[in-house]
């Protein structure tokens, strides 16, 4: 176990604490809905959700979080303009902690920030994610609608490794003229979170680990990432059947505790469905962290 020289920076979302130093406080779990194939969503053009079971969800999530001391978010993926207003509204009265936004369209996210700002909830919302891709009117959207939070995702298609990540924050590596960070910066964004961007396994998704635990060190920014989806591109679950894959759970749970081992001060752990199982990981994770930086404090 480690502790950081660099002082670690926290931010607070929607009264959830992001950042510190490994076993100090408890990194924030992240579980998304509205995700293809989500069993709530009645209409997906609609924007229409099966209230009951979203809120006996978020609210498993949330008290189960809450008994453990950990903070707890939700990631709604978006895929329709006309379903924005309906899901959005949906989750921010089932939750009452952070929002991320999250879509391949970016039109569905510049109308859910829209209707952020009409909703009033603009100051719990996380955008995710800003990256090399991302265009000047992306970034210059968030704070004309009241975001000061995003996500920002160390991932140069072109360098894989650790330096690549790191440099794409820091000067923009082969790609940028400056880097993300100071980009993030001038467009706004007050609370960062560092995503070092876990790719598939084959495309050394390790090294995000390692990348995690530098930019703490550089910058002592809120740092996690999305480990659970390395787990799908692991070659002997694509050899499972349908009924071996369930066994992958476990190891989705697994790709968690390993992020936060790494260092995570936020991790995206898949479906809320799965807040039980891993929120207990991670609770047990975070106990041992603690104990394990006991004397160095």
Request: charged letters at 25%; a negative charge; glycine letters at 10%.
């Amino acid at each position: 176990m480690f502790r950081f020289q660099r002082e670690q920076v926290s931010f607070d979302v929607s009264g959830t604490m992001f950042g510190g130093q490994p076993g100090r406080r408890a990194p924030v779990m992240i579980g998304s809905v509205y995700y293809p194939g989500h069993s709530i969503v009645l209409d997906r053009k609609a924007g229409k959700v099966d209230i009951e079971k979203l809120e006996e969800r978020v609210s498993r999530a949330e008290d189960c979080a809450r008994g453990f001391q950990q903070g707890h978010g939700c990631m709604a993926y978006l895929d329709h303009v006309d379903a924005v207003h309906g899901l959005l509204s949906s989750l921010s009265d089932a939750s009452c902690g952070p929002i991320l936004i999250d879509s391949p369209d970016p039109r569905v996210k510049l109308k859910a920030l829209e209707e952020a700002e009409s909703m009033g909830v603009s100051s719990r919302v996380i955008y995710n994610s800003l990256h090399v891709g991302s265009p000047p009117e992306e970034w210059s959207s968030l704070v004309e609608h009241g975001v000061d939070s995003s996500v920002v995702m160390a991932f140069d298609p072109g360098d894989l490794t650790v330096k690549g990540r790191i440099y794409l924050l820091d000067n923009g590596g082969r790609l940028l003229r400056k880097g993300l960070l100071d980009t993030a910066e001038e467009f706004g964004i007050k609370r960062p979170l560092i995503d070092l961007a876990a790719t598939s396994f084959d495309q050394s998704a390790g090294s995000a680990l390692r990348a995690l635990t530098v930019a703490k060190a550089k910058w002592g920014l809120p740092s996690g990432m999305a480990l659970h989806n390395t787990v799908e591109t692991w070659s002997p679950f694509q050899e499972m059947d349908d009924e071996g894959k369930k066994l992958f759970r476990y190891v989705d749970t697994a790709a968690v505790t390993v992020a936060m081992m790494s260092g995570a001060d936020w991790v995206m752990y898949g479906a809320l469905e799965s807040s039980q199982r891993v929120l207990h990981a991670a609770a047990f994770t975070s106990g041992v962290m603690a104990q394990a930086v006991e004397d160095i404090w």
